[in-house]
């Protein structure tokens, strides 16, 4: 057995991921109006995310990070929090995630990993501030709201998104001494209760419950022994791996580390890996400390994935990330190329229409194939119609172009297909008197 300390050959190097949750952040970190979720069906929304992730997966990003949080009714709320009323995320942010989740695995990205953070009422944890608890909204029945929204969520992430896909039933909640007594019953019961859920319907191997480390070592400690103190009396074992949220400053992030090591061999766990679930920004010396800690530990470190803040409360970074610091000290990567500024977007696809004299249409890409899916986004359509008679017809739920009866010649279209409409939806073309052809929206 391999004792704490004992230095070993980390088994590969761990995977370098961002935390992307808006499409822009300003410096004064206003989340308003740019949620990914919240937003995917904005036109030019889809594009600018696209080319980010293009972007990240050029600079050496490995794995995709997002929160998603939830809450019965977001009336009023613009920052990236979606409705879970029902247990289900309804259109037309269901339609978003599932766009969103397929982009990232057409990126090239091996992994995406979802946090769930409820709010409000739905939100078991409390509000807290320097003081301590400073509201308690909880209502104990958003707790079937909350685990229907987490399993409606997997199913759609792993049906659409990247081969490998990990989840977090509630990021950051396993409870401190320094809350009250009441929310830490009340945090105990809540994890073991979903991971019994959780366990039961999907099993354990893609599922963890993140931890805050910050603070203090025997902080750290503390929180990961409630988090285990939860989960053993289910008798259903513990996650193939822990997250933990360490500080934000060297050698903190060392001392952290080493303590979430030591608590879990103190419980018998000595295979488990760690993964750095929100880490400094850019921060070579945080990098250092994890690692030293894996040159130090026989524990393996997975994962590491930056924040969008070098320091607790500092400006915000804004979206194409880069994660040079941790991509050279932590796989020995060289330093990837910058990342062109202002980012350039991805080209707008061209679609081919015709109508013939005769009153043909056809609909192709601009290499020449014959349209039955596209993804939904902005398109430049370039029509040729040679019909005296027929015109050229394109229509979905929201969408009606026509050349029409009369003209002839060429136009161009610059048009956004599907973007607001549900993953799945049916457009069709044709001619003015021709029979109509099919083609889904993705």
Not at 170 to 190: C, H, K, L, T, V
Request: glycine content about 8%; aromatic content about 10%.
């Amino acid at each position: 057995m391999l004792l704490s300390g004992s230095a070993v050959a980390q088994p590969s190097p761990p995977l370098i991921g961002v935390t992307f949750t808006h499409a822009a952040i300003p410096s004064g970190c206003a989340l308003d109006f740019n949620g990914i979720v919240l937003h995917y069906e904005r036109p030019g929304m889809r594009r600018l995310v696209r080319s980010e992730l293009a972007a990240m997966y050029a600079a050496g990003i490995q794995t995709v990070r997002i929160l998603l949080w939830n809450m019965s009714d977001i009336t009023g709320q613009d920052w990236g929090v979606v409705p879970s009323a029902g247990g289900k995320i309804p259109e037309p942010y269901r339609s978003n995630l599932i766009r969103f989740a397929s982009d990232v695995r057409s990126a090239g990205f091996l992994l995406l990993t979802v946090h769930f953070s409820p709010q409000w009422t739905n939100n078991p944890v409390g509000e807290y501030g320097p003081n301590g608890l400073t509201a308690d909204r909880w209502d104990p029945t958003k707790f079937e709201e909350n685990w229907g929204f987490v399993a409606d969520v997997h199913k759609l992430v792993k049906e659409y998104g990247p081969d490998a896909t990990h989840f977090d039933f509630m990021s950051e909640g396993p409870p401190s001494q320094y809350q009250p007594a009441f929310i830490i019953d009340r945090m105990q019961n809540y994890i073991a209760t979903m991971w019994t859920r959780y366990v039961t319907a999907f099993g354990k191997d893609d599922v963890t419950v993140s931890i805050i480390a910050k603070g203090r070592p025997v902080d750290a400690s503390d929180r990961l022994q409630h988090l285990i103190d939860a989960l053993r009396p289910t008798g259903l074992g513990f996650p193939d791996w822990f997250e933990v949220h360490p500080d934000w400053t060297s050698p903190e992030v060392f001392n952290e580390l080493q303590a979430v090591d030591d608590t879990l061999r103190a419980n018998g766990l000595l295979t488990q890996p760690l993964v750095i679930g929100e880490s400094s920004y850019e921060n070579p010396a945080v990098a250092a400390d994890i690692k030293r800690f894996m040159d130090s530990s026989s524990r393996p470190v997975s994962e590491v994935y930056e924040w969008w803040q070098t320091t607790n409360g500092g400006a915000c970074v804004s979206a194409p990330y880069h994660a040079d610091a941790y991509l050279t000290t932590l796989t020995g990567a060289p330093t990837p190329p910058p990342t062109p500024s202002p980012l350039p977007l991805i080209p707008v696809p061209k679609l081919i229409a015709s109508v013939s004299a005769l009153g043909k249409a056809t609909l192709k890409t601009a290499p020449g194939t014959v349209v039955t899916t596209l993804d939904a986004g902005p398109y430049t359509v370039i029509v040729q119609d040679r019909s005296r008679r027929d015109g050229f017809r394109l229509s979905g739920p929201d969408l009606q172009m026509s050349t029409g009866k009369q003209f002839v010649g060429r136009k161009v279209w610059h048009v956004e297909i599907g973007t607001g409409d549900p993953y799945g939806s049916l457009f069709k073309y044709r001619s003015d008197r021709g029979a109509s052809t099919s083609f889904v929206v993705h």
